[in-house]
């Protein structure tokens, strides 16, 4: 049995099993299996390799600009040198190297005078930071199957208020977890810790939280849609496991390793840490992964092939979510949203059913409120959307190429036949009450 054909089965007994029996160990393994192949899933189809790679080339471009507001907002607190020691140990698995990197990149801060920029040189050094955060919100938002991105002016607020209140927050965290740790209370408490293991443990517990904290921040607050303060949590504290985990790996790595100097030479330091860089990406999507997934688990149900989702299914779901859409706001019940319309078609992927309502919205049928996250309603009145116009919306033809004049001929005669059948059937005609 080959690869292919051995993950084919895997997947069958990991999709096709009753979560809901058996014993805890086995719900857990089964929970486990399922989120390692969504995320070999994202990572096989490619789009998510390619925002990793984005991002980390978006970092070398944005960090200098980045830490250079970040200094200038600090400075204003008396607190620019707090964030020197942050940026030294994001750097340490790089050993030697990471030392040389990290005085580099502050020579570089420091040679960078914001005063004299003018407006223009301020509001591109701006931009180049803020496209950073763009960035991530992008690949957080196709984990998440968002369709839409903040609006420039909540993009401006929103990105504005991190950049200029984060670093002010994370330090004033930082020092708030020095004063007490040099308290007298807590010298106190472990004095007969004569070798400090106890007060060495608890402080890196207290860095581990701090990191899995900022990464919880950046799960719940950066995807545009509403995630849950437990899914956020959970994620942070795994993905800030993975970090110091892998972080220990890679020095080890690193020290074990002597050759790479010999190889690249003066590039050695440049090399890995644009490899540093990329992996702090990959642990950072994959805790965002993990968070969209405790949240939503139909994001982890396999993607259906095209040739899955026929032109019937389509059809049957595009009547079906205007009922009830026209449903609810005839009877003023709450709106569907997106992910209520989803959750009506087990078995099937959520941007298979995204794609319809899509289509739905596009031909003005239906439109979405401001509410987070958004709602449906019926564009127009029930009894003034036509069900042909519901059917058109998703048999129009993606690609309009050359056509052979009898095929042109039969398909309009199907047109005809579907349009005598319907007769002058609205939407309203299809609302019930337990939709």
Known sequence: MDIANYHARLRRILWQTDRSRGSLPQRLALGLGRFLDGVYQAFEDGGLSL???????????????????????????????????????????????????????????????????????????????????????????????????????????????????????????????????????????????????????????????????????????????????????????????????????????????????????????????????????????????????????????PRLHGATVDERWREQVALECMACIAGAWHDNQPYWTLATLQARYPGFQADAVAAVVERLERRRLIVADRSEPPAYLPARTSETIPLTEVVAAVREAENQGAMLPAVTTVLGELDAAIARTLGERTVKDLIAPNC
């Open 51 to 301: 925002r990793i790679m984005g991002l980390a080339y978006t970092t070398l471009l944005s960090l200098v600009p980045l830490l250079a507001v970040s200094f200038s907002v600090l400075k204003a607190f008396g607190a620019q040198n707090e964030i020197d020691p942050l940026l030294l140990e994001f750097l340490q698995p790089l050993g030697e190297q990471g030392q040389m990197i990290h005085n580099r990149i502050l020579t570089f801060v420091d040679n960078l005078k914001v005063g004299v920029l003018g407006f223009v040189g301020f509001a591109m050094l701006f931009y180049t930071a803020v496209s950073l955060l763009i960035h991530v919100e992008r690949a957080f938002n196709t984990i998440w199957r968002v369709r839409d991105g903040r609006s420039a002016g909540r993009r401006f607020s929103d990105y504005l208020t991190i950049i200029l209140i984060g670093p002010v927050l994370v330090v004033t965290a930082i020092g708030l977890a020095n004063s007490a740790l040099s308290s007298h209370l807590f010298q106190e408490l472990f004095a007969a810790d004569s070798l400090g293991t106890v007060s060495r443990l608890v402080r890196q517990l207290g860095s581990y939280l701090l990191l899995s904290g900022a990464f919880a921040f950046l799960y719940g607050f950066l995807p545009n849609t509403r995630v849950q303060l437990r899914s956020a949590l959970v994620g942070g504290l795994v993905a800030g496991a993975l970090w110091l985990t892998v972080g220990r790996l890679f020095a080890a790595f690193i020290a074990s390793s002597s050759n790479y100097s010999a190889v690249y030479s003066g590039f050695a330091g440049a090399i890995l840490f644009i490899i540093w860089v990329y992996v702090n990406w990959m642990l950072l999507i994959v805790g965002a992964q993990l968070t969209a997934y405790l949240q939503n688990p139909r994001l982890l149900e």
